[in-house]
């Protein structure tokens, strides 16, 4: 098979495609062939060696697949063969995304949802997962609730605005001016321009936040939180506002997402009910794996995706 690899970590320029052994899917995987491959902020960390989750390279990068079931390792009853799937498996070791085919535990993918293409599917898993992990698992959301979402426009944030309504939460949402639009178009009832003004002066009395962002965002989110709220973190939170935190009642639940079966199935069922759109701001063929996820790091609106 066609896969993208690097010998070593550094910019962009490092991945190059190459041919390698196709997989073989043991017991309980299936054999993937890839149509799409999501790309992930991670990837181009793990790339430049910033956050060595792979150990040394040679690697192939890439969770979020979406793609066909090519074959089926033994005892493999949940899909067959032909059927159309999505999923991040794996994480956080390798899953080898950016390739014709991955080998794929069967129960960390799902069937993907109907009303989407593979492109659309791909750009669904880890932001997706993350956006539903954070939000229902962690953050127990309820419909009538006040979310802050912070960047809307982001890979996870504007899947993040879009579960959150679906929960029945009233949600507000930060992001730059020329994203504001994007983000009241995905049911925001209300948007803040993070450049013109604080977000802790604009909002407050959330119930629940989902920070996406780092630095001194998780101190600030706490002065917009009730007492008694919850603050989910993507990023890390520093101990001093963890004890601010504790001082309110507020619940900091700094979260790592996880492989998750049932997590994809409310996904693609959000989808098939026109809850849940994925945006895709730009595809990329698998050989351009390096200027896709440069073009991430520019701050498209949504995910890059690779089609295979
Ligand atoms: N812990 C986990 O399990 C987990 C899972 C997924 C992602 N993550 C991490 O979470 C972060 C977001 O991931 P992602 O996939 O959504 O990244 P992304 O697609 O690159 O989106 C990041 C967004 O942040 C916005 N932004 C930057 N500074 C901002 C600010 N001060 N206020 C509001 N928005 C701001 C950017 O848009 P603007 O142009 O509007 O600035 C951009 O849309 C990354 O650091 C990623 O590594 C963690």
């Known amino acids: 098979m066609h896969a993208v690899i690097q010998n070593s970590v550094g910019g962009p320029d490092v991945l190059f495609v190459s041919e390698q052994p196709d997989p073989s899917p043991g017991p309980g995987e299936v054999l993937v062939r890839v149509k799409a491959a999501g790309i992930n902020p991670v990837d181009g ?39 159309e799937v999505f999923g991040m498996p794996r994480f956080p070791k390798q899953a080898g995304a950016y390739a014709e085919l991955a080998a794929t535990p069967a129960d960390e993918i799902a069937i993907k949802p109907a009303g989407i293409d593979h492109a659309h599917a791909a750009a669904l898993p880890l932001a997706g997962l993350t956006a539903w992990q954070g939000l229902v698992r962690h953050g127990r959301i309820q419909s009538g609730q006040r979310a802050l979402i912070h960047a809307g ?38 948007v803040i321009d993070y450049t013109k003004s604080d977000f802790a002066k604009k909002a407050c009395e959330f119930d629940l936040v989902l920070e ?65 759109s994925p945006h895709v701001a730009k595809t990329f063929p698998l050989d351009q794996a390096g200027a896709a996820q440069a073009f991430l790091a520019t701050r498209p609106i949504g995910k890059v995706v690779l089609t295979v």
């Open 45 to 83: 960390a793990v790339r430049g060696g910033f956050y060595p989750l792979l150990g040394d390279p040679p690697f192939i990068l890439g969770w979020d697949i979406s793609g066909t079931v090519e074959a089926l390792g033994a005892g493999v009853t949940a899909v067959k063969v032909g059927d």
């Open 153 to 190: 426009a982001g890979g996870v944030g504007h899947l993040a605005v879009q579960i959150a309504k679906a929960r029945g939460a009233y949600v507000v949402s930060t992001a730059s001016p020329d994203k504001l639009d994007f983000v009241g178009s995905l049911g925001a009832d209300e």
């Open 212 to 276: 996406t962002v780092g630095g001194d965002h998780a101190e600030e989110s706490l002065k917009v939180l009730r007492d008694g709220g919850v603050l989910v973190s993507l990023l890390n939170v520093h101990d001093t506002t963890k004890a601010k935190a504790r001082e309110r009642n507020i619940r900091v639940e700094r979260m790592s997402v996880v492989p998750d079966r049932e997590g994809l199935v409310e996904l693609a069922k959000l989808v098939d009910a026109k809850k849940l």
